[in-house]
């Protein structure tokens, strides 16, 4: 009895002993092993973080793309008028600062690739501009809103002809010589007409925003607003002119006159008929000599003072016909 008592009381008092000792290495245990447990987490965090950086990346270039690729969709849509080549160009600046000389922007092609000094420029919205001056591979583009541009115009429903000139940045255009008794209505589309071939006929341009008379003009004061964002373009699209049919008819070429420059000279009359004077013979090369290069020599009529005396009459020698003795 006394032998079990003895056991039971030695293992409880072992027991004790060991138990703080067990549980001092249990926790040092668990720290080492939660410790090596953070290291882990730290790290699986910092991939984490850097597989979201690069996917809000990827994110923001494909909202970009996406962006870009309804703009260039809405671009194709438009159909250019029958001749009319569309070439694509991107925008590669923009006006810069307050003071600019000109409301222009600068797009990626040159004269190289089609983008000649009065191209005009539009997006799927309406005219932008037209060409002002072309580089190799660069070209300027003269907006609407510069007080510089001119471009004949007509509403679309009345058939109203005008100039749409601009006003200056982020301002109204306005159409000029719009005659008192000639009908326009606010809201109505304002088209290009297609006059001297600068621009192909129908492409809408601007809105009308206001119509007022003055007892003071003649004229009406017309103002709209551009259909095209010219503050936010990215890319356009530039409308290439049809190229001359081969055979096609075209103008004369005016005649040079004595006394008015450039006009209908005929050749005959005197020199303040605005007819007369010195008319233009083609003359080749080999009949000029060492100017070779021209192409035009004006002959004129000569003036009575040198002109040749009358010949004496066989019937009558040394008399004058019409002279008497």
């Known amino acids: ?26 926790q040092v245990v668990s720290s080492w092993n939660n410790y090596l447990d953070l290291v882990g987490v730290r790290e699986e965090n910092e991939a984490l973080r850097e597989q979201v950086r690069t996917l809000s990346q990827q994110v923001q ?17 438009l159909e250019p008028p029958e001749g009319w080549r569309p070439l694509g ?9 307050p003071q600019a ?14 983008a000649g000094p009065g191209t005009p420029v539009v997006t799927h919205e309406g005219v932008v501009g037209r060409v002002y001056r072309a580089g190799p591979y ?13 471009m004949a115009v007509l509403s679309a429903v009345n058939r109203t002809s005008g100039i749409l000139v601009g ?29 001297e071939g600068a621009f192909p006929k129908g492409v809408p341009v601007a809105r009308v925003e206001s119509v007022s008379q003055s007892d003071l003009s003649l004229f009406q004061t017309v103002y709209a607003s551009p259909l095209a964002d010219l503050e936010a373009l990215e890319e356009v699209l530039l409308l290439e002119r049809p190229p001359v049919q081969p055979g096609a008819r075209t103008l004369p070429l005016p005649t040079v006159n004595a006394t008015q ?9 005197n020199a303040t008929s605005g007819h ?34 009358p010949q004496p009459s066989a019937q009558q020698p040394g008399r004058l016909p019409g002279n008497r003795q």
Do not use: C
């Open 167 to 195: 006003t200056g940045p982020r301002g109204l255009l306005e159409m000029k010589y719009v005659p008192q008794n000639a009908r326009i209505e606010v809201g109505e589309l304002v088209l290009t007409s297609g006059l």
């Open 101 to 114: 000389a000109l409301e222009s922007a600068i797009i990626s092609r040159g004269y190289y690739s089609g």
């Open 89 to 97: 160009a991107r925008v590669v600046a923009n006006r810069l600062g």
């Open 1 to 26: 009895m006394l032998d079990r008592l003895a056991e039971h009381a030695g293992l409880e008092f072992v027991g004790a002993i060991l138990k703080p000792g067990v549980w001092a290495r249990d």
């Open 261 to 269: 420059g450039v006009g209908p000279g005929t050749g005959r009359g």
């Open 276 to 309: 007369g004077g010195a008319h233009v013979q083609p003359v080749s090369p080999v009949q000029s000599g060492q100017q070779g290069t021209r192409a035009l020599r004006p002959q004129s009529t000569p003036p009575a003072s040198q002109a040749p005396a």
């Open 61 to 77: 270039v494909a909202s970009e793309e996406r962006a870009e690729l309804a703009r260039l969709r809405a671009l194709l849509e």
């Open 138 to 150: 660069t070209a300027t583009v003269l907006l609407l809103t510069d007080p510089g541009s001119r």
